[in-house]
């Protein structure tokens, strides 16, 4: 009992000095932020973020460091780490998020993250990032008969956590860039065929639709169905003549090609 008395009389006799030179010299109040790189996100941003305590208190930006992150990760399409550096003194490490595709969904285009996050291609926060780069892919549009991309009860600002399957989506774009086809199309579709998850290709550019592909949302078999259509229509612009559609969601890798005008 005695020792616990003496821990409790050096703490209060430590944390009241602390208080004292807080009060006279403002001695724990947060001092600086170092961003980088520079010119990543701008600094009004990054100290806009900081809980008003840990403005008086330094120390306590140690224990509210994810609040901190969050508060810029929700709103901006960033990656934060934070870091003591000195007495009151931070570094924050920025990365804007890499960009994977464009997804078309609800009448609005997104941007979807390698690392599974989705914001609104128009969102203002994205002039206020340095480094964000869309890449030259096709556009996934993704149907309302498909589950929804977004969790709204997990919404905590702009930026949202992706519930897309993402890793099945990159071996739709990985196929699609061995075959050869990625120039050739204009959007990929994701739907639902008598309750059955598809991927319409729609072959083209904004100028119009040329032709469309339906496939198994399974890539395995695109190269075998590809080659054959090769066979079929060698030198084709866009992998079939203009006008047709190819319905290749029937089992052992049998197809039917049709004109789009007679559905």
Same mark, same amino acid.
């Given at each position: 009992?005695?020792?616990?008395?003496?821990?409790?009389?050096? $703490? *209060?006799?430590?944390?009241? /000095?602390?208080?004292? =030179?807080?009060?006279?010299? +403002?001695? #724990?109040? @947060?001092?600086?932020?170092?961003?980088?790189?520079?010119?990543?996100?701008?600094?009004?941003?990054?100290?806009?973020?900081?809980?008003?305590?840990?403005?008086?208190?330094?120390?306590?930006?140690?224990?509210?460091?994810?609040?901190?992150?969050?508060?810029?990760?929700?709103?901006?399409?960033?990656?934060?780490?934070?870091?003591?550096?000195?007495?009151?003194?931070?570094?924050?490490?920025?990365?804007?998020?890499?960009?994977? $595709? *464009?997804?078309?969904?609800? /009448?609005?285009?997104? =941007?979807?993250?390698?690392? +599974?996050? #989705?914001? @609104?291609?128009?969102?203002?926060?994205?002039?206020?990032?340095?480094?964000?780069?869309?890449?030259?892919?096709?556009?996934?549009?993704?149907?309302?008969?498909?589950?929804?991309?977004?969790?709204?009860?997990?919404?905590?600002?702009?930026?949202?956590?992706?519930?897309?399957?993402?890793?099945?989506?990159?071996?739709?774009?990985?196929?699609?860039?061995?075959?050869?086809?990625?120039?050739?199309?204009?959007?990929?579709?994701?739907?639902?065929?008598?309750?059955?998850?598809?991927?319409?290709?729609?072959?083209?550019?904004?100028?119009?639709?040329?032709?469309?592909?339906?496939?198994?949302?399974?890539?395995?078999?695109?190269?075998?169905?590809?080659?054959?259509?090769?066979?079929?229509?060698?030198?084709?612009?866009?992998?079939?003549?203009?006008?047709?559609?190819?319905?290749?969601?029937?089992?052992?890798?049998?197809?039917?090609?049709?004109?789009?005008?007679?559905?």
């Amino acid at each position: 009992m005695k020792r616990l008395k003496i821990i409790l009389l050096l $703490l *209060g006799a430590v944390f009241g /000095s602390m208080y004292f =030179l807080e009060q006279r010299y +403002g001695s #724990m109040r @947060l001092r600086d932020i170092e961003i980088e790189p520079r010119n990543m996100l701008s600094d009004t941003i990054v100290w806009q973020s900081v809980p008003r305590a840990a403005e008086k208190f330094w120390p306590a930006l140690l224990f509210m460091g994810r609040r901190f992150v969050r508060g810029v990760e929700n709103f901006y399409p960033v990656q934060l780490k934070i870091r003591l550096t000195g007495w009151g003194s931070y570094k924050v490490t920025v990365s804007p998020l890499e960009v994977f $595709l *464009g997804v078309s969904w609800n /009448s609005n285009l997104w =941007l979807l993250s390698t690392n +599974g996050r #989705m914001w @609104l291609a128009n969102l203002p926060a994205n002039v206020k990032v340095r480094g964000i780069r869309v890449p030259e892919k096709p556009v996934l549009a993704w149907d309302p008969s498909m589950a929804l991309p977004i969790d709204p009860e997990e919404q905590r600002g702009d930026i949202y956590p992706s519930s897309l399957p993402l890793p099945r989506i990159r071996r739709w774009y990985e196929a699609l860039d061995k075959i050869g086809w990625n120039d050739k199309i204009y959007c990929l579709l994701a739907k639902r065929i008598d309750g059955r998850p598809v991927v319409q290709i729609l072959l083209g550019s904004d100028a119009g639709i040329t032709g469309e592909i339906i496939v198994n949302e399974d890539p395995a078999g695109w190269a075998s169905l590809a080659a054959a259509l090769e066979d079929i229509y060698p030198g084709a612009d866009r992998g079939i003549p203009s006008g047709l559609l190819v319905n290749a969601t029937y089992a052992g890798m049998k197809f039917t090609v049709t004109s789009r005008d007679a559905r």
